[in-house]
């Protein structure tokens, strides 16, 4: 167990929100910088050193985890407190996976740049069908009815998650300003929560207005002596929704954590 708090000051905020301008793009009507959140570390768990997290979601009890990386990249039904992988399936050699999230009984898996999605039998892991998308493949979410799809730009698509197509598509904005390399998703009380890929932040989005709800700075997570590769960075968001926990990891972290936000002061 670890019990770490990161606090920010008024005076702080105005820095941090400044900081935030990194990751945006082109700039719209000027709009007042959403909060930045801090957080506490809850407690700690165990996660494959080796595991190129590209998507994370929790549900009966479980992690599932997809991993990326060609010939490496897998579909993972992991135990929390142990990390132990319960089971696992490996993907084609010549797929890159990415994001995953639970479809009824099934679970959704996208890849990189195959143009493909592919959905497995959640409680076998066995493959059931594949389905067909333009562009790249990031992170992927889902609020019960609809998916929503990130490609690394600032747009997310909206899916009918019967037939795949996209129905519509959100522009993701933070005081004015498009956010960009959106990547890892996950669907938290209402909001859209999107790691930005390569930084220490996760946007906070509203599924209605693509706005920029708050940010959540997770900055000295993972310790740097912590991550032995450059690509060691945050990348993995699931939610507990009858327990209300929320846990972050990344690509080859060792450690995964349960955090609760700390509100700005």
Known sequence: MESR???????HLHLAALGLLALCGRSAA????????????????????????QGLFFEDGFLYEGTGRYRQSSLRKV??????????VRLSPKLFG?????????IVQLTWRSQTGIVFDKKTLKHRGTFRYQG?????????????????????????????????????????????????????EGEIYANVWQSD????????????LGWIKLTGLLKRW??????????????DAKGKRLFVTGKLWPKLFEIRLVAPE
Request: include cysteine; proline fraction near 5%.
């Open 201 to 212: 932040y996760i946007a906070r989005i509203s599924p209605e207005t693509g706005k920029v």
């Open 79 to 88: 135990d929390l407190a142990s990390g132990k992988v319960l089971q696992a």
């Open 136 to 188: 790249e493949g990031w992170g992927i979410t889902t609020d019960g009815r609809h998916l929503f799809m990130s490609d690394g730009s600032a747009v997310l698509r909206v899916l009918d998650p019967a037939t795949f197509q996209v129905v519509r598509r959100i522009t993701v904005t933070s005081g004015g300003r498009q956010v960009e390399k959106l990547n890892e998703l996950e669907y938290v």
């Open 30 to 53: 000027q709009e007042p910088a959403p909060p930045v959140w801090g957080y506490q570390v809850v407690a700690t768990y165990p996660h494959d050193r080796n595991a190129y997290c």
């Open 5 to 11: 708090t990161i606090h920010y000051l008024n005076r």
């Open 226 to 239: 912590e991550r032995l590769d450059p690509e060691a960075v945050l990348n993995g968001i699931a939610y």
């Open 98 to 106: 990415e994001g995953v999230t639970a479809l009824g009984d099934s």
